[in-house]
């Protein structure tokens, strides 16, 4: 079955280090992947994609993601976190021969970020 | 904000009731989507609209009801819920529902059902 998974259901950093949210997938092919950000009490809020090329994607707020095919990842990086980034991140992929219009969500992983 | 609107933000309805959350989207977008998001668990796709017309239905329960009237707005039919239909419901468009597109998202509707 095809799926999505963020291994931590949190991650804590202090303000100024770097951050990584992980993602890893399983799913044929080569599909479109994506990270949202959600904020409390908002939607979520599109980040950054890879559709192909440059395996590193940079995205807002100085959010990047590298795709690695052969591990079927596409961790989510900072090089330097901000308290404001304390939110839920969801990957998200989504296949691109399937003919079917599912994205297939990942169950989110908390950044909490600590001044 | 995302230039997708939600109405009303929070829901309480008993089971006997019927009810309808309302998306407007301000994007000039072609594709809309209902999603059900729960406690710890990854987003639901529940159905998919492209053009005005229903191009997936995800096994959701027909207690689950979409209507799209027009290309910018978007409904879900509630009626007989259960308590475990409680989550908050996120809708989202997309320019086409083409699969390397960004879905952009609602503030969400958080339904509570008693």
């Not at chain 1, 900072?78 to 079917?100: E, H, I, M, Q, W």
């Amino acid at each position: 079955a095809q799926s999505v998974a963020q291994p931590e259901d949190q991650v804590n950093v202090a303000e100024g280090n770097p951050l990584t949210v992980k993602c890893t997938y399983s799913v044929s092919g080569n599909p479109y992947l994506f990270w949202y950000v959600q904020y409390p009490n908002r939607g979520l809020q599109f980040l950054l994609k890879y559709i192909t090329g440059d395996n590193l994607v940079k995205g807002s707020y100085g959010f990047e993601a590298e795709f690695n095919k052969s591990q079927t990842s596409f961790h989510l990086k900072k090089p330097s976190a901000l308290v404001s980034d304390s939110a839920l991140y969801f990957c998200a992929v989504r296949p691109r021969d399937t003919g079917g219009f599912k994205t297939i969500f990942g169950a989110g992983t908390r950044l909490f970020v600590k001044a | 904000e995302t230039g997708v609107t939600q109405t009303p933000r929070h829901l309480v309805m008993g089971m006997t009731n019927k009810k309808s959350l309302k998306c407007e989207q301000h994007l000039g977008h072609n594709a809309m989507y209902w999603y059900k998001q729960s406690a710890k668990k990854p987003l639901e796709l529940m159905f998919v609209y492209s053009l005005e017309e229903r191009v997936e239905n995800n096994s959701v329960p027909s207690r689950f009801s979409p209507e799209c009237p027009n290309s910018s707005h978007l409904f879900l039919h509630l009626h007989t819920l259960q308590p475990e239909d409680s989550a908050l419901y996120l809708c989202a468009s997309s320019q086409d529902a083409a699969v390397q597109e960004t879905q952009y998202f609602g503030p969400g509707t958080r339904l509570l059902v008693l």
